[in-house]
């Protein structure tokens, strides 16, 4: 079955601890996507990779990471530095010739 | 500045009927468009799309319209059922944006029966 996982679908951290996401995806997709999701927010992109090894900010870039060491794999950090973890936070992947996203199923994520 | 607004943050229809879900766009370099179905916890699922060079386009029991010089799209569902019930979310993009989406605050659309 092609498609994108991410997990866990749940985390738990205390304040101060940086978490890493998962995303991975088998659809053979260049390029990857991290959103967030906050309540009666639409998604607002933290960052993308059209490509492996490169990546580029989105529009709330500030207090994340990434990584793409392999087409399939794009893992964020959400680090210490990050205000407002507490989030959704869903990851999409797409083709080159198309622009539609596919998405994961998103984790949730809580820091208390 | 939000480049796609979704009006409505809530609609609710009732089952056989047609449900119209409105979307306005500022940016006139837009000229792609998607409409995402979500469900709470889970991730938004691609519906239907359309591109400038068209004014309609149709899938099954949905259909989205498009009006370039309103900048406005609707997304037409019928007849509404039940399992249509989550928020849909509206995305546009263009050519030179890196396949970037920008989305709307999404609208909760429930289907009574």
């Keep these: ?112 | 500045d939000q480049q796609v607004k979704q009006n409505s943050p809530s609609l609710s229809v009732q089952e056989g009927r047609i449900s119209i879900l409105n979307c306005d766009y500022t940016n006139s370099m837009f000229d792609y468009f998607l409409w995402y179905k979500k469900y709470p916890a889970e991730g938004p699922t691609f519906l239907i799309s359309i591109s400038s060079i068209k004014d309609k386009n149709e899938d099954g029991r949905f259909t989205v319209f498009l009006n370039k010089s309103a900048k406005h799209l609707s997304l037409h569902i019928v007849p509404s059922q039940p399992g249509d019930s989550a928020v849909y979310f509206c995305a546009a993009t263009y050519g030179g944006s890196q396949g970037n989406l920008i989305f709307g605050k999404g609208t909760k659309l429930s289907v009574k029966p």
Aim: hydrophobic share 25%; charged share 20%; glycine share 10%.
């Design chain 1, 1 to 112: 079955d092609g498609g994108i996982t991410q997990s866990p679908k749940y985390l738990f951290r205390k304040e101060g601890q940086n978490v890493t996401l998962s995303c991975e995806q088998n659809l053979n997709h260049d390029a990857m996507y991290w959103y967030r999701q906050d309540p009666g927010q639409g998604l607002r992109l933290i960052y993308y990779s059209q490509i492996v090894n490169d990546f580029q900010k989105g529009d709330i870039a500030e207090g994340y990471s990434v990584s793409r060491e392999k087409k399939e794999s794009f893992p964020l950090t959400v680090t210490s530095a990050q205000k407002n973890p507490t989030a959704f936070y869903l990851c999409a992947s797409g083709g080159a010739k198309t622009y539609e996203q596919y998405f994961g199923p998103g984790t949730r994520l809580t820091v208390t």
